[in-house]
């Protein structure tokens, strides 16, 4: 009965008494039934005339007014659907331009359950939603964004000065995270992001030295040198933390390096989830010097054979462009800048202790502006922004989303361009642009503070471009 409220249906009734609007068992816990905005009978009389059991009383409805089929939502409809439920029963389906599959995966669902629990500051129910989902969807694309929201909600619930109630909240989900190392089930950056979050675990739980050893063996060994840099800063934070920043006489490299790798060696022997991540980083760093070395030896062959196999060299450079466009970023750095990025890390880790406050701070910029591709001399430099080749709208950012988001958009060309958005039922409840734009590549903001959770709908005209692309607004 349930599925009739609001539901604009025609109903009509054989006059035969053996006939009824719906039959079935009916459930006596419940007084009062809702088939408000249905048509009942052609004249749109109270269904309670019409809805009764084989004894007393009749079926009691909230229906209180009349309702007809003229009655319909104003949307814009271009055409129907009926199908022919049997039994004398069409059911009619209206359709307008702007309709699409509404069907939303499983994971979705449940990630936006659980960014809803977050935001409500319900953090129990949404460290159990996102649980559930990393759980179940081994291959969702809310995995790893899942990391960092769980993480978030247990720093949410780390509101007692209790050091006992903070070590059993961060303990749980460092079990957690070990567990998922462990199988072995996840691709290499969710174990990435989850060693990377038990570290910080321990640094909740003021487990300084474990923190330590951790960010060393990432600034080490990983096979991304821009995740080493970065990890070096973590552990000279950990330091600060304990007070040791400066303590130390610097030593030489070869002494620290020394030094380093038996600490890493001894900790590993009792944690079988570093060699865990040891293997996942020794494969991927075998990998990246296998690929460097196949780049120099093609390099080679085609500078020596260029004159005799010049639209061979040409077919691979080809080949070369399109693999390496797949592969991570990790891959694409060339030689020198990787080794560049490793020593910077290692050297931090061996001198950030010993340097001052305005030292660390210049060095600190220094290594940022590398990570982004820039140096000291260009940092002020204004780059020239290439026009975009082709129309295209992409998914909003972030998504599910909570009240505000943002949607990127190109344009190859000058001219009028409509940017809308639509609700579930593909009425027009925005625009969001409307007007004649240059070529170029633009961002624009949606707030759904004034409307309710659910799916909506954005769609792009430029031209004779049209797109359409879902989004899910989750308070």
Request: contains cysteine.
């Amino acid at each position: 009965m349930h599925l009739i409220y609001y539901g604009h249906n025609q109903f009509s009734k054989n006059s035969d008494p053996l006939y009824f609007h719906i039959s079935g068992a009916l459930d006596s816990t419940v007084e009062t039934y809702s088939a408000a905005e249905n048509a009942w009978c052609s004249s749109g009389e109270n269904p309670v005339n019409y809805l009764y059991t084989s004894g007393n009383p009749y079926v009691i409805t909230d229906f209180s007014d009349s309702y007809t089929c003229n009655q319909l939502p104003v949307v814009q409809y271009t055409g129907s659907v009926i199908t022919n439920m049997g039994f004398g029963i069409n059911d009619t389906l209206f359709t307008n331009p702007y309709s699409t599959n509404t069907y939303i995966p499983q994971d979705e669902i449940l990630y936006s359950q659980a960014s809803g629990y977050t935001s409500g500051g319900q953090y129990l129910d949404a460290i159990n939603s996102y649980k559930n989902l990393i759980n179940t969807y081994l291959e969702s694309q809310y995995l790893n964004t899942s990391l960092y929201d769980i993480f978030d909600c247990y720093q949410g619930l780390d509101t007692s000065s209790n050091n006992t109630y903070r070590d059993n909240l961060y303990s749980d989900l460092k079990t957690f995270l070990n567990d998922k190392i462990q199988r072995r089930n996840y691709n290499s950056e969710f174990i990435d992001i989850a060693y990377y979050l038990e570290n910080m675990c321990e640094v909740n739980m003021e487990n300084y030295n474990d923190a330590l050893t951790g960010f060393e063996f990432i600034a080490m060994f990983h096979p991304d040198a821009e995740m080493r840099l970065l990890a070096s800063w973590d552990y000279d934070e950990v330091q600060d933390l304990m007070g040791q920043s400066g303590a130390q006489k610097e030593v030489t490299a070869k002494q620290f390096r020394k030094k380093v790798l038996s600490e890493i060696e001894n900790a590993m022997k009792n944690d079988s989830t570093m060699r865990v991540v040891s293997r996942m980083y020794k494969q991927q760093n075998e990998e990246i010097d296998n690929t460097y070395a196949n780049k120099t030896k093609t390099s080679k062959f085609n500078n020596e054979n260029n004159s005799k196999i010049k639209t061979d060299n040409a077919s691979k450079k080809d080949n070369t462009s399109k693999e390496n466009s797949k592969r991570p970023k990790i891959m694409q750095l060339s030689k020198e800048v990787r080794e560049d990025l490793m020593q910077r890390a290692e050297d931090n880790l061996r001198g950030l202790r010993t340097m001052n406050t305005e030292s660390k701070i210049k060095k600190h910029k220094e290594d940022i502006l590398l990570i982004a591709g820039l140096t000291a001399a260009t940092e002020k430099k204004i780059e020239t922004t290439s026009l975009p080749l082709s129309y295209s709208l992409s998914q909003n950012y972030p998504n599910p989303f909570n009240p505000v988001t943002k949607i990127n958009y190109e344009l190859p060309g000058d001219g009028k361009v409509k940017l809308m958005i639509y609700d579930i039922l593909g009425r027009e409840i925005r625009t969001l642009v409307n007007e004649v734009k240059q070529a170029g590549k633009y961002t624009v903001e949606f707030n759904g503070s004034n409307f309710a959770s659910g799916v909506y709908f954005y769609r792009i005209e430029a031209g004779k471009f049209t797109d359409v692309k879902r989004m899910v607004l989750v308070k």
